[in-house]
């Protein structure tokens, strides 16, 4: 098994819902408070999994889901905020994920429907298999919604 394909989801789920709670404000984003504090190595290093969070934070940047100004040293991206790829994908209905027996007004019904909020649940629960299916939905470019051009 891959792990650290898990250990990726978990850190992009985390970190795009950092972001998602302070947009549209800029933030520093520490690694520390995606995975809690991981020991250096013997040279001073930062841990492989702390790095590879990073590398994840990174990844996303590349990938138009985060936008920073620069880095603080392995520590965090500064001024980080979420792109309208992300925030546009995040705030999504995931379909089929409030039960259509739930007597909610429509308001509530919608937020609880969000692929931001159904990720949270996820990362709350600690069920991997969900997460790794919500985020992989979050790199989709299409929920299955016709004229999504996302």
């Not at 991981?38 to 934070?57: K, T, V």
């Not at 979050?138 to 016709?146: H, K, Y």
Request: with cysteine; hydrophobic share 40%.
């Amino acid at each position: 098994m891959d792990l650290q394909i898990d250990d990726f989801y978990k850190d992009a789920a985390a970190g795009l819902l950092t972001l998602y709670q302070a947009f549209p404000r800029k933030i520093g984003l520490y690694i520390e408070d995606l995975i809690g504090r991981e020991e250096p190595d013997e040279f001073g290093l930062p841990s492989q999994r702390h790095q590879s969070c990073l590398g994840a934070l990174l990844w996303l940047a590349e990938e138009g889901y985060l936008r920073f100004e620069a880095t603080i040293r392995y520590e965090a991206l500064d001024q980080a905020v979420l792109s309208e790829k992300a925030f546009l994908r995040l705030t999504r209905v995931v379909p089929h994920a409030v039960r259509p027996d739930e007597d909610l007004p429509p308001s509530v019904r919608r937020a609880q429907a969000t692929l931001a909020n159904q990720l949270r649940d996820a990362l709350a629960s600690r069920h991997g298999e969900r997460i790794a299916r919500l985020t992989r939905l979050l790199f989709e470019s299409d929920l299955g919604r016709p004229g999504d051009t996302v």
